[in-house]
């Protein structure tokens, strides 16, 4: 099993529509969670950190659900900007480096 | 001016040549990264540095070779590229912060093709 696992998509949705995706993960020593974006042959950026009791950040909400073991990803009033792949990132606990997953492609159709 | 800074931006060269890709960050961090991108793989790390001197093997470090001579330059080499070392290679810098691992930020990333 992958430690970071992500539907890959792609996720077509109407501009306006609310979108949501999760990312599970595999060792319940996770301890830091991330959203990232990623434009097209572009950087990775980072969009929210996740916390535990949840966050949001204007359309985009995060959620952690450790029973479950997975975070999501919920972005309301979606806009053509929008459109990227998010990639989830997890850190575990006295491990150095954080692990990527591979990304969920979302495009926002007009 | 951009935090961390990747050069080149793009290669193109031929199999069996050494290569250097060079990164530097005016962020401060101890820690920088180097990690490779491949359609359907994601992020990959070669290599990683806490600070000065310090080398630590990524998930994929064959075939490569990395030098952390200051705190604000870590570079990454290509002994003898070989095609299938072709991608998007990123540079990251982070920080530590009451012991937990701040989110990463990345250089622009290089394109590298080996023909």
């Known amino acids: 099993r992958k430690e970071v696992e992500q539907d890959p998509g792609p996720f077509n949705v109407p501009e306006g529509a609310t979108v949501a995706f999760n990312c599970t993960y595999s060792?319940?020593?996770?301890?830091?969670f991330f959203w990232y974006r990623q434009d097209c042959r572009k950087e990775p950026k980072l969009l929210m950190s996740?916390?535990?009791s949840g966050n949001e950040d204007g359309r985009f909400t995060a959620q952690l659900n450790r029973a479950s073991q997975y975070i999501s990803l919920l972005i309301r009033d979606s806009k053509l900007s929008d459109s990227a792949t998010y990639l989830c990132?997890?850190?575990?606990?006295?491990?150095?480096?954080?692990?990527f997953g591979t990304g969920t492609r979302l495009t926002i159709i007009p | 001016d951009a935090d961390v800074t990747q050069t080149p931006r793009n290669r193109i060269t031929k199999t069996g040549k050494r290569i250097m890709l060079e990164c530097s960050q005016t962020?401060?961090?101890?820690?920088m990264y180097w990690y490779r991108q491949d359609p359907g793989l994601g992020l990959r790390l070669i290599y990683y540095?806490?600070?000065?001197?310090?080398?630590n093997k990524g998930e994929i470090s064959d075939g490569y070779s990395v030098s952390r001579q200051a705190q604000a330059k870590f570079s990454l080499s290509l002994e003898s590229a070989i095609p299938n070392q072709t991608a998007l290679y990123f540079c990251?810098?982070?920080?530590?912060?009451?012991?937990?691992?701040?989110?990463?930020?990345f250089g622009d990333g290089t394109r590298l093709s080996i023909l």
């Open positions: 990251a810098t982070s920080a530590m912060d009451r012991g937990f691992n701040q989110p990463q930020h």
């Open positions: 060792n319940s020593a996770s301890q830091s």
């Open positions: 996740v916390y535990s």
């Open positions: 990132v997890v850190n575990v606990l006295g491990n150095e480096k954080l692990t």
């Open positions: 962020k401060g961090h101890d820690r």
């Open positions: 540095s806490f600070d000065v001197k310090d080398i």
